[in-house]
Structures are given as structure tokens and as C-alpha cells.
């Protein structure tokens, strides 16, 4: 299935990894490349070395094009944006911000430039300063959220630049990504699940919490400071929405989730850490190696796009 994106991107198949901080480091990222998507590392809040040493581990493991995910609201965003052209990283995606600070630096060493949006607007500003394509995600994806949904968004978004975009929200099988391709898109990203996969580094009572997940378990907290977040309910999500409900100032409400991510991914705890997961969690039923993923996907989407 050729796109301008798998054209640009030099991949086989068009999926791109979601760049989910803590989740998406070597062994996932180099995992889907190899299995003909495109793989990202997530730069996340992680120093410049620390993801300089991930794209090099990653390098050992393929010798397909992967991408990196810079966080622009990193303390090392910075750093990390001169790290991806220092190891020849050719595609960036970012989140979390706007990137034009770097665009300079970044198209001069012929890197993609593919930031993530979440309206018309910033999708129209990122075409005026050289953005090779949009990620326009909807409200149903994990983690940081905008208000519109997939749906409506990537319509939008398509009628409104000339460059690629690229669905995210709520994708999880063939049918998200032929309803994607009908909206306009020539690429989806997806995160929630790969997060499952059998690559993937995650604790598996976290990968086991989306696995067992209905349809009505995801949760938005951080509406009331601007900063929505889905996640899959649990005790911390109760605490903060009542705290929210109670009016508790936003340093209040970060203190209860600091390090609660790393906890869930790393260390299991499913219910005081952040399970964060797209509402596309109650679909998927069991893990898989990224390549089951990648072509059980792909057939999907194929068969239904003749």
C-alpha cells in the first residue's frame, strides 16, 4: 500500500509506532521498523545521552529507517534536538508543543518533520514552516489529548494543507486504518497496541490491564488545568478526578501523579501509577509480536480498500 508517507519515510507498510514516553525505547522501535512500519523512540523527559544511547542500540538491532519523538515541553528538548541530527536520525516527529525553534536545524540536515497536531490551525502553521506531513490525532488516543475527535479531525486537517497527514486516535485494527485512509490520511500512527506487544518492555500487569479492558475504562483527567490525559481507570484516576471535582490547585494534582507513569510501566502498578491507553484498549484481545500486528493489520485494511 504505497503513499507519498511510505515514499518519504522509505517504509514498506503505512504505521508509524506511537513515540509513548517510557514505552517506546529501542527494542519496540527497531521491532516495527523491521517488521516494515516505522518504529520511533520517545524522547520523552529523558536527558539528550540517554536517548542518543537508545538510537544506537536501536541501529544495532535493524537496518531500517526509524524515527524519533521529541517532547518539546522536555527540560532536554534542546539537546535532544541537536542528538537526532548528530546520529543521522532521519525522521522526527514531535509533541507536546510547536517545533518551529528547531525547524532550521533540522530540515538543513534533511530531516522529515512530522509534528504531531490537534487542530486545523496548528496543522496550517506547521505546513508554513516546512512540516513534511501532520500526525492529526484525535481525542480517543492515550495519553495527551486535544478535543476533536479522529473523525473529524483528519477530514479537516486533509482539506485544509497540501502535505500528508497521518491519522492517530482510536486505530487499533484493518478497519481504523481503511476508515483513515477514506478520511484522507495516507498513514495512521498507533500506540496502545503495540504497547501490548510482545517487544514492547512494558510490565505486563500493565499490558495485561489493557488486554482485560471494556469499552467504557478510559478516563480523562487534567481537564480542569488544560492538560487532559486519557488513561485507563483506576484508583489514582478516581483520586485525581475527585481532587478535580474539589477545586485542588494544580500543584495539588501534579504531586499525585509525579513518577506515576514510570511506575505503572516500569515497576506494574496498575493502580496508583498512569495506565496510559487510547480508548481503542477494549478491542485488543491479546499480545503479539509487532509483525503479527503489522500484517494481520495490513490484510484487514486491504481486503477492505479494493
Known sequence: METRVTKMLGIQYPIIQGGMAWVAEHHLAAAVSAAGGLGLIGGANAPGEVVREEIRKAKELTDKPFGVNVMLMSPYADDVAKVVVEE???????????????????????IKVI??????????????YGADAVVAEGCESGGHIGEATTMTLVPQVKDAV????????????GRGIAASFMLGAEAVQIGTRFVVANESIVHENYKQRIIKAKD????????????????????????????????????????LTLGSLRRAVQEGDVQEGTVMAGQIAGMIGKEQSCKEIIEEMMAEASALLK
Not at 89 to 108: C, F, H, R
Not at 115 to 128: I, N, Q, T
Open 115 to 128: 509534528p504531531v497536531v490537534a487542530s486545523v490551525a496548528l496543522a496550517k502553521r506547521m505546513e508554513k
Open 162 to 173: 497540501s502535505i500528508p497527514v497521518i491519522a492517530a486516535g482510536g486505530i487499533g485494527d
Open 216 to 255: 467504557i475504562d478510559s478516563a480523562v483527567t487534567g481537564r480542569s488545568h488544560g492538560h487532559p490525559i486519557r488513561g485507563l481507570r483506576n484508583k489514582m484516576t478516581r483520586e485525581y478526578l475527585k481532587m478535580e471535582q474539589e477545586g485542588k490547585s494544580f500543584e495539588e494534582l501534579e504531586y
Open 88 to 110: 543521522g536520525i532521519q525522521v522526527v516527529t514531535t509533541g507536546a508543543g510547536n517545533p518551529e525553534k528547531y525547524m532550521d536545524l533540522w530540515k538543513s540536515a534533511k
